[in-house]
């Protein structure tokens, strides 16, 4: 007998339903029949979950077993078997529910704070008033004798989650308000509680239109129906996929799982599909029974079709960023989406922004769904320009959101991606290892190569020797991605190399620190590209690095660096016209010197003959190998010359030489270097305490002299120091200035147009030439430019770099010399 309208309504929807080919209903036997010999007695467990995913339900293969399901009594049998699986449908033919236990509510408890940490613990406080025990299933001895025959008769059973109707009544008791549950967020959030984040639109508006009948708020009684309907329609829809998958033993083989599951509504990530393939494998699975074709349905739903990798590190950024609430903002989503540039970029950028929006729309609406064409189409809508709802004022996202939010970004990816295999001519086709690595170059890691290509492989347990199908592709390149390209050797020299640098063992590096670390790399950069690469990695004067921020930084600079080369080889020239000849070996020095490399003579003459002389023809993929190599090489010299490069070893000799008495320099002679050298050393007083500290550090012996080994390590230890102050000043001065980042940029080309004897710097004269374009320079004009050169030249060296010269325009334009603005106004 049914104790509630709500279990009644189950018992009529189970003996409602007719019997399928090759299944029988579970028959009931009397209450007071004895247990037989063989049977197995299943202590109920009310709301906890006690078997595991993938756990095997079904009985002893050839046996016939029988199993007595028992509900939880004071004095149950200690010998009964520690399950809680039964089949549901017996005892939703009965009208009847087992009932949990105050131990049982507490350990489900844990799966909600799981989901929404703040109904998490509004649930905990709240269940035990919530939950109301039936006396009738509470009655000692009171037991189900259920027989199981899966083998011939194709029986499917479930595993057994807490019953429905108490879930319900235990979410509404903390999700109502004045006895509630308003149409939209609120019932969302309830469906939420009740680990269903993602109902399919299409089935929860049927019940709904039938439920509410326009009503915008739902009493109990309308909640809790709702809830049922909504699980009983699920549950019918696997069973009948299921059904008519399987073959006359119940059973499907393992191979059909995953295509089974996303025709369910589960849209499988690029991934995941292999990865459910190897799990059953791993456990030695043929076929699957529809237990555990439940657990990886539910498995997979619960992480929004996602692969576990992915999952597990979007899990972590959210628990990073997350409100005491459990949710994040919209900046804080766009920040977890936008992980990689060079994958995100393949969805686009404006579908990144429309995401975020959509995704706050639905979040406030309660209408967070793992529908991919549902999403396709809001976003369609949105780039199309059609006029969209308001975003909700101070919108905040949960978790769940967060996911299903990944999930629609990865299936913008995935097209992209297919865009890109296209390009490269490799579409609907497995591709071979040159296209895969054509494709990686694609996306934007330059500097891909065979042997990275194979370590990646070989982490996917790819077969080297066969080619790759799309979801492969995919799995291998996110991989890819998610390590910024690098291999594991790789990335345990760049975590020695961040180590090097964190000298008080922080946890992270100053921004000072970028242009240092970037001539351990091996290259040469000049303080406005380490700038430059600063401004666009986004990077401040206080900014801090961790490990991960520093392997993605590097890994954007190696792209950055080959960015030029790479569009000359695609050229065939170095000028930017296509050319016939293509591009030859004797053009290597200029290429190393595009990526930012300072070689000797010898180096270049050892290069070219490897290469085979300088008239043979050089490709992309040797260039790459080459430069590798060589990048190796610099750092290797670097070790072994005390941390200088080759270049600037010979540079230091010629002026320990020039300088040098009896093979020592006097500490007199080295500060008048240092000052000829660097000149703001002897006029800002703060740097002229700080090199003076540094002299007296190098002449370890303190007697005043300075051998070549102290020299050079001077030497080294002072540019470094210039590198730090002139990377800070630099994002300093753009700020005090009013710059934006592409003013910076343009002033720059026109410094670099301005400096006509290549010197690095420019002098008055120059500066007049540029301005004689705009404004007339006579006699008394030049004099005023004079004036205010003198004035922006801090060192008195007679000659401004650029941040001097990025001042000097600043106070052109403040003054309107001359009315240059007018001037310029009107040349526009």
């Not at 189970?14 to 029949?33: I, Q, V, Y």
């Not at 008080?504 to 091996?522: A, H, K, V």
């Not at 990048?631 to 070893?649: F, I, L, P």
């Not at 922006?792 to 007679?798: I, L, M, T, V, W």
Request: charged share 30%; net charge negative; glycine share 8%.
């Amino acid at each position: 007998r049914p104790s509630s309208r709500g279990e009644a309504f189950l018992l009529l929807n189970s003996l409602s339903r007719p019997s399928s080919r090759g299944e029988a209903f579970l028959l009931l036997n009397s209450l007071s029949r004895p247990s037989s010999r063989g049977e197995e007695a299943v202590q109920l467990s009310g709301l906890s979950r006690p078997t595991s995913r993938g756990e095997d339900m079904s009985t002893p293969g050839g046996e016939k077993a029988k199993r007595r399901v028992s509900v939880s009594a004071p004095d149950g049998d200690e010998g009964k078997a520690p399950s809680s699986l039964c089949s549901s449908a017996s005892f939703e033919a009965r009208g009847e529910e087992p009932k949990p236990t105050l131990q049982d509510e507490d350990k489900n408890t844990k799966s909600y704070m799981r989901r929404n940490s703040l109904a998490g613990k509004l649930l905990q406080a709240k269940l035990v008033n919530a939950c109301s025990l039936s006396k009738e299933l509470l009655m000692a001895g009171r037991t189900f004798d259920v027989r199981h025959d899966l083998e011939q008769r194709g029986t499917f059973e479930y595993a057994e989650k807490a019953p429905i109707r108490e879930r319900a009544e235990a979410v509404w008791a903390v999700q109502s308000k004045n006895n509630e549950i308003s149409v939209g967020r609120e019932l969302a959030e309830a469906f939420l509680m009740m680990e269903i984040p993602y109902p399919v639109e299409e089935s929860l508006q049927v019940i709904m239109r039938r439920q509410c009948q326009g009503r915008e708020s739902l009493d109990k009684d309308d909640f809790c129906r709702i809830i049922i309907q909504y699980e009983d329609t699920v549950k019918g829809k696997l069973e009948l996929m299921f059904k008519e998958a399987a073959g006359m033993d119940g059973m499907v083989p393992y191979k059909r799982v995953p295509d089974l599951l996303d025709e369910v509504g589960v849209p499988l990530m690029c991934g995941v599909k292999p990865e459910i393939l190897e799990q059953l494998e791993a456990q030695q699975k043929s076929k699957v029974n529809f237990v555990e074709f439940v657990n990886l349905y539910e498995d997979t739903y619960s992480r929004a079709g996602l692969t576990i990798a992915e999952h597990t590190r979007l899990s972590e950024a959210f628990e990073s960023l997350e409100d005491t609430d459990g949710t994040v903002s919209m900046e804080e989503l766009e920040n977890i989406l936008s992980w990689n540039d060079s994958l995100v970029g393949l969805g686009r950028e404006s579908t990144l922004q429309s995401l975020v929006e959509q995704t706050a729309r639905r979040a406030m609406e309660g209408r967070i769904s793992i529908d991919l064409e549902s999403w396709s189409k809001g976003l369609k809508a949105a780039q199309s320009g059609e006029k969209q709802p308001p975003l909700p004022r101070n919108p905040r996202i949960t978790g769940c959101a967060v996911l299903a939010a990944a999930r629609v970004l990865h299936d913008r990816i995935a097209i992209g991606l297919k865009g890109v295999m296209a390009k490269v001519g490799s579409r609907g086709r497995a591709l071979s290892k040159e296209k895969t690595l054509s494709i990686i170059e694609e996306v934007g890691y330059f500097g891909a190569t065979v042997d990275s290509l194979q370590h990646f492989m070989q982490v996917c347990k790819y077969d080297d020797g066969k080619p790759l199908d799309f979801d492969q592709v995919y799995t291998l390149i996110f991989r890819y991605c998610n390590a910024d390209g690098f291999t594991d050797l790789e990335e345990a020299d760049l975590t020695a190399l961040f180590k090097r640098f964190d000298d008080d063992c922080s946890g992270t590096l100053e921004c000072g620190e970028l242009g240092p670390i970037i001539r351990w790399l091996g290259y040469q950069p000049t303080q406005y590209r380490v700038y430059s690469f600063a401004e666009d990695f986004g990077l401040h004067e206080e900014s801090q690095i961790d490990l991960i921020q520093f392997r993605r930084m590097v890994a954007n600079y190696l792209k950055l660096s080959l960015t030029r080369v790479r569009e000359a080889f695609a050229n065939g020239c170095l000028s930017g016209a296509e050319s016939e000849s293509g591009i030859k070996v004797g053009d290597l020095g200029q290429l190393l010197s595009m990526v930012g490399y300072e070689s000797t003579l010898n180096e270049m003459e050892t290069m070219i003959q490897s290469l085979g002389g300088p008239d043979q023809a050089l490709d992309f993929m040797t260039f790459k190998k080459l430069e590798i190599n060589h990048r190796k090489h610099v750092r290797k010299t670097m070790e072994e010359n005390g941390g200088v490069t080759n270049a600037e070893y010979k540079k230091y000799q010629s002026y320990f030489h020039d300088n040098q008495n009896d093979g020592f320099v006097a500490q007199k002679a080295m500060r008048a270097l240092l000052g000829k050298l660097f000149p703001c050393t002897s006029l800002d007083r703060t740097r002229h305490v700080r090199i003076a500290q540094l002299v007296k550090e190098a002449d370890a012996d303190g007697n005043g002299l300075f051998d070549f080994k102290e020299f050079v390590w001077l030497m080294n230890r002072v540019t470094e120091d210039m590198d730090r102050d002139g990377l800070v000043k630099g994002l300093q001065l753009k700020k005090r200035l009013g710059y934006t980042s592409a003013e910076v940029k343009q002033f720059k080309d026109l410094y670099s147009i301005c400096d006509e004897d290549l010197s690095g710097y420019i002098d008055c004269e120059e500066l007049c030439s540029l301005l004689s374009s705009l404004i007339p320079v006579e006699r008394e004009a030049k004099r005023e430019l004079e004036q205010r050169f003198r004035e922006a030249d801090s060192y008195n060296s007679g000659e401004l770099d650029f941040w001097e010269f990025l001042t000097f325009m600043r106070a052109v334009q403040t003054d309107n010399w001359r009315n240059i603005n007018g001037v310029v106004g009107k040349k526009i």
